[in-house]
């Protein structure tokens, strides 16, 4: 896909994260827009994925560790073809296959439960290990919030992935700089976070717009290219990004649109896409 591609695609993904909110009167939006273009760039561009085969031994692997940013996660899924984006509305739904938080037991294209923050890097770095022990060639890719950083168990997990040279591994940042109780600068600050990995072994790279495809490209691109360490990305973003009174408010982090909501949010979206539509 060309830039161009990516960003429309990307404008729906955020369509989907908004509409799945809405219908479930729950959830996570700021998050899941902050990286709605991470997820594009992943599932269009960078993952050897296969929908037809979501199962294939040899694919590489995506750890959500941010499980409640699922509807963003859910909504690249459906563009790439993996259900259809209709099943969006079913968001927290019981029955359906699209929880609160990603289920590999559920949701097509899923390789790991997720939801309790700090965990998910650490299925991920075993992930890592397990192809390198077996000699396999995929890559593990992992998506933590700024917020999620916090924890420890996140530290114990990059020690690790440092320690073993886990090359096959990219761990990616949402830096929106806010989590549910606020400023994560304020809350308990983890800054700075480059600095951090890098002590652990990390080869960095930090992402001062992980809006601009120019630049995620040239960030994955770059992590490809790194032999003997594991890969952070550190990825400046704005939570809430692409619905006007939602970006950079924390408030946004985890509650649903309503009715007269969902209709501005879906009219910023449409505006966006019909100007890249004029590109």
Same mark, same amino acid.
């Given at each position: 896909?060309?830039?161009?591609?990516?960003?429309?695609?990307?404008?729906?993904? %955020?369509?989907?994260?908004?509409?799945?909110?809405?219908?479930?009167?729950?959830? *996570?939006?700021?998050?899941?827009?902050?990286?709605?273009?991470?997820?594009? /760039?992943? /599932?269009?561009?960078?993952?050897?994925?296969?929908?037809?085969?979501?199962?294939?031994?040899?694919?590489?692997?995506?750890?959500?560790?941010?499980?409640?940013?699922?509807?963003?996660?859910?909504? #690249?899924?459906?563009?790439?073809? /993996?259900?259809?984006?209709?099943?969006?509305?079913?968001?927290?739904?019981?029955?359906?296959?699209?929880?609160? *938080?990603?289920?590999?037991?559920?949701?097509?294209?899923?390789?790991?439960?997720?939801?309790?923050?700090?965990?998910?890097?650490?299925?991920?770095?075993?992930?890592?290990?397990?192809?390198?022990?077996?000699?396999?060639?995929? %890559?593990?890719?992992?998506?933590?919030?700024?917020?999620?950083?916090?924890?420890?168990?996140?530290?114990?997990?990059?020690?690790? #992935?440092?320690?073993?040279?886990?090359?096959?591994?990219?761990?990616?940042?949402?830096?929106?700089?806010?989590?549910?109780?606020?400023?994560?600068?304020?809350?308990?600050?983890? /800054?700075?976070?480059?600095?951090?990995?890098?002590?652990?072994?990390?080869?960095?790279?930090?992402?001062?717009?992980? *809006?601009?495809?120019?630049?995620? %490209?040239?960030?994955?691109?770059?992590?490809?290219?790194?032999?003997?360490?594991?890969?952070?990305?550190? #990825?400046?973003?704005?939570?809430?990004?692409?619905?006007?009174?939602?970006?950079?408010?924390?408030?946004?982090?985890?509650?649903?649109?309503?009715?007269?909501?969902? #209709?501005?949010?879906?009219?910023?979206?449409?505006?966006?896409?019909?100007?890249?539509?004029?590109?």
């Amino acid at each position: 896909m060309n830039n161009l591609e990516l960003q429309k695609t990307a404008n729906e993904v %955020r369509k989907g994260i908004i509409t799945g909110v809405h219908a479930a009167k729950a959830g *996570h939006p700021g998050g899941s827009l902050s990286a709605a273009d991470i997820f594009t /760039y992943l /599932y269009f561009e960078e993952l050897n994925v296969d929908p037809k085969n979501p199962k294939d031994p040899d694919r590489d692997r995506f750890v959500l560790s941010k499980g409640h940013t699922a509807p963003g996660q859910y909504a #690249a899924l459906a563009l790439r073809g /993996y259900f259809p984006i209709e099943d969006m509305v079913t968001l927290r739904h019981i029955g359906s296959h699209l929880q609160g *938080h990603p289920s590999m037991h559920l949701t097509p294209g899923v390789d790991m439960s997720t939801g309790s923050l700090g965990q998910g890097i650490s299925a991920a770095v075993g992930m890592a290990l397990g192809a390198k022990m077996q000699g396999k060639d995929f %890559r593990v890719y992992t998506l933590l919030g700024d917020g999620e950083i916090q924890e420890g168990q996140v530290w114990e997990a990059a020690m690790l #992935a440092g320690f073993r040279k886990l090359d096959n591994l990219v761990v990616i940042v949402d830096n929106n700089g806010l989590q549910i109780d606020g400023s994560i600068a304020e809350v308990n600050s983890p /800054y700075p976070i480059d600095k951090k990995f890098e002590a652990f072994n990390f080869h960095v790279i930090n992402l001062d717009d992980a *809006h601009d495809f120019d630049k995620i %490209r040239a960030a994955f691109h770059e992590a490809k290219t790194v032999t003997g360490k594991p890969v952070a990305i550190i #990825a400046k973003s704005v939570k809430g990004k692409g619905v006007s009174f939602m970006e950079n408010q924390v408030s946004w982090h985890g509650k649903a649109p309503d009715d007269e909501q969902f #209709a501005v949010a879906m009219a910023d979206l449409e505006r966006i896409g019909e100007e890249l539509c004029q590109k």
